[in-house]
């Protein structure tokens, strides 16, 4: 089965900028969209990236997506941190044969 | 405005089944699949599977293969996911979601727990 493996937590300070990763397990994560979404603590998922790289109104320009065909993976890298940005962060991509599946979620401290 | 409107929590004993709704609207109900996720307590998201509101076969995560129905009711804009023989590892918070450009409108999120 096709997996996305995510760093299992990062942090960094405010005003800096992070990189969170999410590697494909087999194949081109190339192939199909890669999404990101934000969880804060009691609250529900919401988009900070469609499509690889496309950011929904009101999302913050701070974020922003990539994909590295090199490496397999999609990227989320968010600039000028804020203490708000702390939450989990979870890539998602369809795999093919109508099924979709989440990467195991990063958690983002900003401290 | 769009939303999605989810039944309340439910408990249930080990071996019993669950039927959770997801009622939408402020969108067109036929236009949108619509994906069933669900969270343990602690955990990720993991997806369970999909609708297509309009018709057409349904999608499962093969772990839930055996086990999970996805239907609708176009009459009244509803999604249902039944899950059956529920088993303490099923304890999780349970979320439709549209299939927009992305995973783009949430549920509010049921909570299923099981014990007995």
């Known amino acids: 089965n096709f997996m996305l493996t995510q760093p299992h937590s990062v942090s960094e300070s405010p005003g800096k900028t992070v990189t969170i990763s999410c590697t494909g397990s087999?194949?081109?994560?190339?192939?199909?969209?890669v999404q990101w979404y934000q969880q804060r603590p009691g609250s529900v998922p919401t988009t900070v990236i469609y499509?690889?790289?496309?950011?929904p109104s009101g999302v913050p320009d701070r974020f922003s997506g990539s994909i590295d065909s090199s490496s397999n993976s999609a990227s989320l890298t968010i600039s000028g941190l804020k203490t708000e940005d702390e939450a989990d962060y979870y890539c998602?991509?369809?795999?093919?044969?109508?099924?979709?599946?989440f990467g195991g979620g990063t958690k983002l401290t900003v401290l | 405005q769009v939303q999605l409107v989810q039944s309340g929590a439910e408990v249930k004993k080990p071996g019993a089944s669950v039927k959770v709704s997801c009622k939408a609207s402020?969108?067109?109900?036929?236009?949108?699949?619509m994906h069933w996720v669900r969270q343990a307590p602690g955990q990720g998201l993991e997806w369970m599977g999909v609708?297509?509101?309009?018709?057409?076969?349904?999608s499962y995560a093969q772990k839930f293969q055996v086990r999970i129905t996805m239907s609708r009711d176009t009459s009244t804009s509803t999604v249902y996911m039944e899950l059956n023989n529920l088993t303490s590892a099923d304890t999780a918070v349970y979320y439709c979601?549209?299939?927009?450009?992305?995973?783009?409108?949430w549920g509010q999120g049921t909570m299923v727990t099981v014990s007995s």
């Open positions: 979601a549209r299939d927009g450009n992305s995973f783009d409108i």
């Open positions: 402020g969108y067109t109900f036929a236009n949108y699949y």
């Open positions: 609708i297509n509101p309009s018709g057409g076969p349904t």
């Open positions: 087999r194949g081109s994560i190339a192939t199909n969209y």
């Open positions: 499509e690889d790289d496309q950011r």
């Open positions: 998602q991509s369809y795999v093919g044969d109508n099924r979709w599946v």
